[in-house]
């Protein structure tokens, strides 16, 4: 494996097999991961270990019903800071700290920032955007509520390359 000009990794196809397999179920074993893949259990051990130390495997998580847990309002909010900089990414940083906060990305354009967030209902929902208003160097917030979700994945395509 090699280490390409961006700082990304030049994998190979059966560590993107691998990947995409863990994406969908990290909770295969090793050896019925090893079938789908055509290697041994030992082989896709030592594969799993190594993407974990270059980094490329943070962790492991199941996927939670948000309907289950009453949190299936979502809404997505652009952020306006009257501060750039380092000031754009501490309102940034408050902000993600938030309940119900999932994603916080700091923007070019005509927005500073961006947060995706589920909350129980509109009330709550329109409370989290009180709060963000009212965090020092907020100016404005435009806030989108999607009705239907067509897909929703933190899964990284393994076939790009």
Known sequence: MRILDDGSYDIDDKDRVLLAILQENAELSLSEIGRKV?????SISNRIRR???????????????PEKLAQDYLLISRVICSHKGVEQEKIANSI????????????????DI????RRKDKTSAKQLVYEISKI?????????????AIKESLTVDTSLK
């Open 96 to 111: 993600a700290k938030l309940p119900g906060v999932m994603s916080v990305y700091l923007m070019f354009g005509t927005s």
């Open 51 to 65: 993407l974990k130390e270059l980094g490329i495997i943070n962790g492991s998580c199941y996927r939670v019903d």
């Open 136 to 148: 020092p160097g907020v100016r404005n917030t435009n806030t989108t509520i999607p009705h239907t």
């Open 114 to 117: 961006l947060l995706i967030a």
């Open 38 to 42: 055509n290697l041994t259990k030992m």
